[in-house]
């Protein structure tokens, strides 16, 4: 069946960075649609970055300029290069990844996706 696993979270200061890795099997299609989304405590799931069967890639307004996605399709592996954190960035982060479409119409919204990873947590400090 279709696993996404989370790594390369952790507690950084703000400031700092961390690069988040998704290590994704269980299918064929070599560049599935694929997202980062987050969770804080209290909060909804939102979404940070996406990108789709082509490469183009999506941002939420509060990541443009610090965050980049990209991935290594021989890996399997998505990646989220995170930089200047802050402490507002703190939540648990989440991979997603649709199998179907070349790309999504609102690429940053949960339903788009079928499959979900676990999460790994990342916390800022201030």
């Known amino acids: 069946q279709v696993q996404l696993v989370e790594s390369g979270g952790g507690s950084v200061q703000a400031g700092g960075s961390l690069r988040l890795s998704c290590t994704a099997s269980g299918y064929t299609y070599s560049s599935p649609c694929m997202a980062w989304f987050r969770q804080a405590p209290g909060k909804e799931r939102e979404g940070v970055a996406a990108i789709d069967s082509d490469g183009t890639t999506s941002y939420a307004d509060s990541v443009k300029g610090r965050f980049t996605i990209s991935r290594d399709n021989a890996k399997n592996t998505l990646y989220l290069q995170m930089n200047s954190l802050k402490p507002e960035d703190t939540a648990m982060y989440y991979c997603?990844?649709?199998?179907?479409?070349?790309?999504?119409?609102?690429?940053?919204?949960?339903?788009?996706?079928?499959?979900w990873g676990q999460g790994t947590q990342v916390t800022v400090s201030s």
């Open positions: 997603a990844a649709d199998l179907w479409a070349r790309a999504l119409v609102t690429p940053l919204y949960p339903n788009e996706y079928a499959y």
